[in-house]
């Protein structure tokens, strides 16, 4: 009987030490982590992208003040994509995956940039890159193996709304300029192709060059082909503000219909002349996830409104929970759970709330990142998104509605 018990007591002590061998087996020891931020630090949309890069550092803050992965430590490391310099930017993506070592990227910024890093980085590398502010339509079907997502949505869809906005206040005929590159392309397509539809005249399209001292050769054809209203689809910080500047100093157009990349308070700080009345549209929405991240952010020194701070804060925020969901910083294991911490079913978790949902993970539990956005997945990773209605008025931009 004895022996029948001693021998029952050390089966079940057996089982007991190889059960706990085989948790602290699958557990992940604390490490430090190297994440990537890469954005235009320098180039046509410079005034945008520090608070962008606050963002998403305060998510990735936030989640090793949470105790992501047994305590590990997530480390931002910047690089410059410049917004348009394809090469430049594939270089500093390099630098990011291969000297830094970094398990994910939040970014890159601009369309053309953002397909060049997808391409020739991140997607040879199994690297997961999700872009807050890429917008270009062809981003849609690039080749890119599960490893891209964007928080922002596609201009397929700005496109629509900006022409629903401009005929909403009885614009008919209007003059296009866009930059010369893939998202001025793509937008101005999407733009044309939906005010046509809705019976609009577009009297005539210009491309333009960022980086130009003079623009006046451009506004004088905008300006030639009869219409009264101007789209500039630009970027805030160069070309579309030299095109705004020198309408305003030949009197050529007095309002402007913008889009998402000429919307930033340095347009206004920076123009010599009065913007009021000129609108446009950018992603955003006014919803509980949004109150909750723009009081975040205030708190530490952002604005919290402003264009694409809340993207970054959520495809930031995408990465650390797919890192947790999959209990690993591994490269391959972040790529495949970011659908799953994107989307239903799951715990519904906004700004603020990464500690709850790195809590929920532990236990094996399912979130549906919700976030400031109301981020929701596409079957290609990518957010359908609202926008909101933008009027420039007492020196700023307003929110007049959200579509």
Partial sequence: MKKSIFTVLLGASLIALISGCSQQKEEVAASDINVGIILGFTGPIESLTPTMASSAEMAFKEATDAGILNGSTLNPVRADSTCIDAAAATSAAERLVTADNVAAI???????VTTAIANNVAVPNGVTI???SATSPALTTIEDKGFFFRTAPSDARQGQVLAQVVMDRGVKKLAVTYTNNDYGKGLSDSFVGAFKAMGGEVTIEVPHEDGKADYSAEVSTLSASGAEELAVLGYVDQGGKGIIQNSLDTGAFSRFILADGMIGQSLIDNVDGDLTGTFGTLPGNESDGAAMFIKMASANGIPGDGPFEQESYDAAALIVLAMQAGGSADRATIAKNVMGVANAPG????????AKAINLLKD????????????????????SGSYKELEIGSGKFNTIRVR
């Avoid at 939040?106 to 053309?112: E, K």
């Avoid at 715990?347 to 990464?354: F, M, S, V, Y």
């Fill in 347 to 354: 715990t519904e978790i906004l700004p603020g709330e990464l």
């Fill in 106 to 112: 939040m970014g890159a910024d601009c369309s053309g």
């Fill in 130 to 132: 999700i872009s807050p």
């Fill in 364 to 383: 094996g539990k399912e979130v549906n990142y919700q976030g400031a956005t109301n981020v929701e997945f596409s079957d290609v990773g990518e957010a």
